[in-house]
């Protein structure tokens, strides 16, 4: 490849580093700028096959939305899933140096036989359990108290208080209902982050049996671009997002049209007993699973769109909100940070009713139906358990097993069971959804550069050097100039230095004779990814 490049870069082996940057106050982020900062007019830049990818800078956000059954029979696993939570928290902010944020939401999103819960429908809930200690009892035909092991042996705070901060769509300093941290600190006022963690992720068990997860998370993502919410600027665009489900039961996301199947006087065609003065949580599963056969052993079970009436519908006439609805939510979410982030950046963690060994591909999830040797359960919830434990038993997943198979981390998908001891595996799969922050904006370009000018002592580099970033009109390809005296040219976000010779000699063992450095005004902030890639002359061979 043999091109005139904008800028010839002669003997800059010699040129002087100045440790110090111009400042321009007030200029913002990097992907909030206003202009192009210059030097991409007088031609179109070099195309992406005769670039080569030098640097990726990464701020490391990310944002965590836990969606938690809080029904009666969650006291064990929110226990077990709130340590969890707190060494992730942990480790991802001072192991990782991760920007987060943690949300917390129930699976209650209402139902006409849960009219004496109060439905959070997404919002975020960030208060010490210790203040809330009625919600740690379930009044059911037997009356279950969870307040020690859910809360009290796990919380040593009365309360959890948060300090005012502001949002990339509100700048007025108010209290938020979510936990931020940082390596550079954190939104707590008081309060060490794992301790707050153990106070607020437990959400009681006092609420609805039908539970909604995936209700609750369309209600969440809803809710963060809602002004007048409190949790509205949650999710920054530029993070990356995590959408973590605990729960022992399948998705009842009813569609409120249709919630006469719940009704004694409604069409009881997904009612296990129509004879019985009330449903259970089998409507959930009759009206919204299909398994390739009717039983003992099921086959492959997977979400189906059924009318009032028992028939295969569309999304339109469908019952149970269909699965389209939430996949599209998570499709907008990652196209609204595609300008920060060309990956993918919207990950689905699961631990729920799945045999243990089925995170890691030691077991597999078998559905049948009369095989457990417990009918009651088959009468409550339309399926033989999908796994069991000391804790109790738990409903195979089926709507929220494909969205996290739709929405893996990395290249695996994170499902786990919640009827094992501990939830760690889960969560040390989870970190593989970390924007682990990359800051070194040094790098040896790869490969031997030409000498373009034999005749001048020291090698002399044709090259051009692409700044990839979000732009306002989304993903931008800018290309820099040069650096003047080691500082940004006015005008511009930033600038590059290039180092041959005796000056990249730390570059020699890769093979290599260059070493760019990427130079950001002081001032500006990156978020999201910012990528370096320059178009060169490749010497043939080594260097």
């Known amino acids: 490849?043999?091109?005139?490049?904008?800028?010839?870069?002669?003997?800059?082996?010699?040129?002087?580093?100045?440790?110090?940057?111009?400042?321009?106050?007030?200029?913002?982020?990097?992907?909030?700028?206003?202009?192009?900062?210059?030097?991409?007019?007088?031609?179109?830049?070099?195309?992406?096959?005769?670039?080569?990818?030098?640097?990726?800078?990464?701020?490391?956000?990310?944002?965590?939305?836990?969606?938690?059954?809080?029904?009666?029979?969650?006291?064990?696993?929110?226990?077990?899933?709130?340590?969890?939570?707190?060494?992730?928290?942990?480790?991802?902010?001072?192991?990782?140096?991760?920007?987060?944020?943690?949300?917390?939401?129930?699976?209650?999103?209402?139902?006409?036989?849960?009219?004496?819960?109060?439905?959070?429908?997404?919002?975020?809930?960030?208060?010490?359990?210790?203040?809330?200690?009625?919600?740690?009892?379930?009044?059911?035909?037997?009356?279950?108290?969870?307040t020690e092991e859910a809360c009290l042996e796990l919380c040593d705070l009365d309360s959890v208080q948060t300090i005012g901060t502001a949002t990339h769509l509100d700048s007025t300093l108010s209290p938020r209902p979510w936990i931020e941290v940082s390596p550079a600190g954190t939104n707590l006022q008081g309060a060490e982050l794992e301790a707050a963690v153990l106070c607020t992720a437990p959400q009681g068990i006092a609420g609805c049996g039908f539970e909604s997860p995936l209700e609750a998370m369309h209600a969440a993502i809803t809710r963060s671009s809602s002004p007048s919410d409190p949790s509205y600027g949650f999710m920054r665009p530029w993070a990356r997002l995590a959408v973590v489900f605990v729960t022992d039961e399948g998705d009842c996301s009813v569609d409120d049209a249709w919630e006469e199947i719940f009704l004694p006087d409604g069409n009881r065609v997904f009612w296990s007993d129509p004879q019985t003065p009330a449903p259970s949580s089998a409507v959930c599963w009759n009206a919204g699973?299909?398994?390739?056969?009717?039983?003992?052993?099921?086959?492959?079970?997977?979400?189906?769109?059924?009318?009032?009436?028992?028939?295969?519908?569309?999304?339109?006439?469908?019952?149970?909100?269909?699965?389209?609805?939430?996949?599209?939510?998570?499709?907008?979410?990652?196209?609204?940070?595609?300008?920060?982030?060309?990956?993918?950046?919207?990950?689905?963690?699961?631990?729920?009713?799945?045999?243990?060994?089925?995170?890691?591909?030691?077991?597999?999830?078998?559905?049948?139906?009369?095989?457990?040797?417990?009918?009651?359960?088959?009468?409550?919830f339309g399926v033989d358990p999908g796994c069991y434990g000391p804790a109790g038993l738990a409903v195979p997943p089926v709507r929220l097993r494909v969205m996290a198979e739709l929405h893996p981390v990395g290249d695996r998908e994170v499902v786990y069971s919640v009827c094992r001891d501990a939830y760690s595996p889960a969560f040390d799969q989870l970190y593989g959804a970390l924007a682990t922050p990359r800051t070194e904006r040094s790098a040896c370009i790869p490969g031997c550069l030409v000498d373009v000018d034999s005749k001048v002592a020291g090698t002399q580099l044709e090259c051009e050097v692409i700044m990839l970033r979000a732009g306002e009109q989304g993903r931008e390809e800018l290309a820099l100039s040069p650096c003047e005296a080691g500082a940004v040219p006015d005008g511009e976000d930033a600038c590059y230095l290039l180092r041959v010779d005796e000056d990249a000699a730390a570059c020699a063992a890769q093979g290599s004779n260059a070493e760019l450095e990427l130079v950001l005004r002081e001032g500006v902030e990156l978020r999201g990814q910012l990528d370096v890639e320059v178009a060169c002359d490749p010497a043939p061979g080594a260097c």
């Not at 003997?11 to 007030?26: E, F, R």
């Not at 210059?38 to 944002?63: H, I, M």
């Not at 949300?103 to 009219?115: A, S, Y």
């Not at 982030?341 to 699961?350: D, F, K, M, N």
């Open 1 to 146: 490849m043999r091109r005139r490049a904008r800028w010839l870069v002669l003997g800059l082996a010699g040129l002087a580093w100045a440790g110090g940057l111009a400042c321009t106050p007030d200029l913002g982020k990097l992907g909030d700028v206003a202009e192009d900062p210059g030097g991409s007019e007088g031609g179109q830049l070099p195309p992406s096959s005769e670039r080569t990818a030098v640097l990726r800078l990464d701020d490391g956000a990310l944002d965590v939305l836990f969606v938690i059954d809080n029904s009666g029979s969650m006291g064990t696993e929110q226990a077990r899933a709130t340590v969890a939570i707190a060494e992730f928290a942990r480790v991802a902010t001072q192991t990782y140096g991760a920007d987060l944020r943690l949300g917390f939401t129930t699976t209650d999103d209402g139902n006409p036989w849960c009219q004496g819960t109060t439905p959070e429908a997404g919002q975020l809930v960030l208060r010490a359990c210790t203040g809330r200690l009625s919600e740690f009892v379930f009044e059911g035909a037997q009356t279950i108290d969870a």
């Open 289 to 380: 699973v299909q398994c390739e056969s009717d039983g003992p052993q099921l086959g492959a079970c997977n979400p189906q769109n059924y009318d009032v009436n028992g028939n295969v519908t569309d999304a339109t006439s469908a019952v149970m909100r269909s699965l389209t609805r939430y996949i599209e939510d998570l499709q907008a979410v990652e196209a609204s940070k595609a300008a920060y982030r060309p990956e993918t950046s919207v990950a689905v963690a699961l631990i729920a009713g799945v045999p243990e060994g089925y995170g890691d591909g030691t077991a597999e999830l078998v559905y049948t139906r009369g095989v457990f040797p417990d009918p009651q359960f088959l009468e409550d």
